[in-house]
């Protein structure tokens, strides 16, 4: 079983919508947890950074929570944008060790 | 606008054939990552260096995989022999300590 889960694998949203994408993980002990967004064809781009004692961090639209107590994390998407259409990956630290959660495929319409 | 730059960005080979994959990390910073990802196992930490020193490559297989820093500018990922198995996407990311790490753009690697 994988240490990170994300859910859902896959979401369709129309532009202009909110969605959440959620992380829970059972990694530990636990350094910190960071949020990437993959565009096809490229590398991930750092959305987020959390550790321990941070409850929320917000990088524009984009709002990453951490509950460490559930080992749960959410990365919120505010007003969807066409460009917002990627793979968006979930990545646990345990000193230097690190799980990656198999992503969730969002794809914004028109 | 300093990034990470890996070569070759895509390399066909035959099974059996030695693959170097480079990267140059953005200048000052002291962490470097070795990524591979695939369709099927996402995304998986191979080997990772802290000022040019092996912290943990514990996720590479190490019979036919080595990875170095013969200095701060350079990192190499060396795969000999190649198997089709090895067929992925190969991403260097670079940063500072525990802090935002930038990926570079991949090597795509084929192994016929």
């Known amino acids: 079983k994988n240490q990170v889960e994300q859910s859902p694998q896959s979401l369709i949203i129309l532009e202009g919508k909110n969605c959440t994408l959620q992380c829970n993980y059972t990694v530990s002990p636990f350094s910190n947890l960071r949020w990437y967004k993959q565009d096809t064809g490229r590398g991930p781009v750092s959305l987020t950074i959390m550790t321990f004692s941070e409850n929320t961090k917000s990088n524009g639209r984009y709002t990453a929570t951490l509950d460490a107590d559930t080992k749960q994390s959410s990365l919120h998407i505010t007003a969807s944008q066409l460009s917002d259409s990627a793979s968006y990956i979930c990545?646990?630290?345990?000193?230097?060790?690190?799980?990656f959660g198999a992503g969730t495929r969002l794809t914004v319409k028109p | 606008d300093a990034r990470v730059t890996q070569t070759p960005r895509d390399k066909v080979t035959e099974m059996g054939q030695e693959v170097t994959m480079r990267c140059q990390p953005i200048l000052g910073h002291n962490t470097v990552f070795w990524y591979r990802q695939t369709m099927m196992q996402g995304l998986e930490l191979l080997a990772y260096f802290r000022n040019r020193a092996p912290l943990d490559d514990s996720g590479m297989p190490k019979d036919r995989f080595s990875a170095e820093m013969p200095d701060a500018t350079l990192a190499t990922l060396k795969i000999q022999p190649s198997e089709p198995r090895d067929s992925a996407v190969y991403f260097c990311a670079s940063g500072r300590d525990q802090g935002t790490q930038y990926f570079g753009p991949g090597t795509r690697l084929l192994v016929l």
């Open positions: 990545v646990v630290s345990a000193g230097n060790d690190m799980r």
